[in-house]
């Protein structure tokens, strides 16, 4: 697979590293927008030996990447993503990829929940992506029985049907599927893990997210306005359990970003029904995934009435929420119990298990 330097321009990974990223943490030069294009370039081609793409790789972590390199890198990935827009106008759900491990998955209840309630969700991800490796929306969906190896164009049609919808990275985002190995043997993080959650392949124009740090939310919101392929409308970020988009109980920190306009603010979840704590929606580590999608189904038929059920009707709200569906949050987590309680929510799954 390899590619010569002529077919790419003046910097392969190696100059980069000895000219501007890879002196050190502290010596350290940010590439420029042409630079981050021109190596990312290189990268979806194989060109890269293993070695300088893993340097490359921990060169990007040390120094941390600023919102314009990673917009350069996601505008290069969203030229081979496979786009497939549903007819509806859905918010966009890029979780952390590379899954949970302690508690429960609480994004997809929460979304077809929010779709029960009129407020079409996409949600995306692959399939034990590293370096965690852990469960995602891919393995609680199939526990529930609904198909995730589709195509796009399924996909998409999967939305407009029943009102949510599930996109496999494999099938719409291949190239970075395609670096699964070297992500892998890397054994930590890359800027990969960032974009990939940014690859919108529904073409959304609200974005739905999480961060452990203000700062990486507004770095988000800033890597979205540098991106010359999205254009989006709003973006909703809050702290969430284990990266995820599963708000996280107590005092918890959320960003708005509306039409270039960046606010934040703090909410405590006991105000909205989530009054308890972080360790009481752990499951069995063995079995996230599972027992993720035993709780879905329970909440969802109305069967529990606990601090699960009060996680995804506020999780739902968020959502409906995001797309300004409902003027705030309280009105949002109205409408997110009435559609649990008249059976609406579950009608939902079982549409979606027999798409």
């Known amino acids: 697979m390899s590619k010569t330097t002529d077919e790419f321009g003046e910097w392969p990974l190696k100059r980069l590293m000895t000219e501007v990223c890879g002196t050190g943490p502290k010596s350290a030069e940010d590439l420029t927008r042409e630079q981050a294009q021109e190596a990312i370039r290189r990268i979806f081609a194989g060109e890269p030996d293993h070695t300088t793409l893993g340097a490359f790789f921990l060169a990007n972590r040390w120094k941390h990447n600023n919102a314009e390199e990673l917009a350069a890198y996601t505008d290069v990935m969203c030229e081979h993503v496979d786009y497939a827009e549903p007819d ?44 965690q490796k852990q469960d995602s929306y891919k393995h609680v969906l199939d526990e529930l029985g609904v198909a995730t190896e589709l195509t796009p164009s399924d996909s998409a049609e999967m939305v407009d049907e029943t009102g949510f919808g599930f996109y496999y990275q494999p099938a719409f985002n291949p190239v970075v599927d395609d670096l699964w190995e070297r992500r ?11 974009i990939e959650t940014l690859a919108n392949p529904a073409n959304a124009d609200v974005h739905l997210g999480s961060f452990y740090h203000l700062a990486f939310a507004k770095k988000v919101t800033d890597t979205f306005t540098e991106s010359e392929h999205h254009d989006l409308h709003r973006i909703i970020m809050f702290q969430g359990m284990e990266g995820y988009d599963d708000i996280r109980p107590g005092y918890t920190k959320v960003a708005e970003w509306t039409d270039g306009e960046f606010t934040d603010y703090e909410i405590e979840t006991p105000n909205y029904g989530m009054d308890f704590e972080t360790e009481d929606l752990e499951v069995n580590p063995d079995d996230v995934a599972g027992d993720s999608a035993k709780i879905t189904r329970e909440v969802l038929a109305g069967d529990r009435e606990d601090h699960f059920a009060d996680a995804v009707a506020l999780n739902a709200a968020f959502r409906i929420y995001a797309r300004e569906d409902v003027d705030d949050l309280e009105t949002g987590l109205e409408k997110a119990r009435e559609v649990i309680a008249d059976g609406s929510a579950e009608a939902v799954l079982e549409d979606l298990q027999s798409f």
Not at 117 to 122: H, L, Q, R, S
Not at 184 to 194: C, E, I, Q, S, Y
């Open 88 to 131: 509806c106008d859905p918010v966009d759900c890029g979780a952390n990829y590379d899954g949970k491990g302690e508690t429960a998955i609480l994004g997809a209840a929460a979304g077809i929940v929010a779709a029960a309630a009129g407020t079409p969700v996409v949600v995306h991800s692959g399939d034990r992506v590293p370096t």
């Open 184 to 194: 892998d043997n890397m054994g930590v993080r890359t800027f990969l893990n960032t």
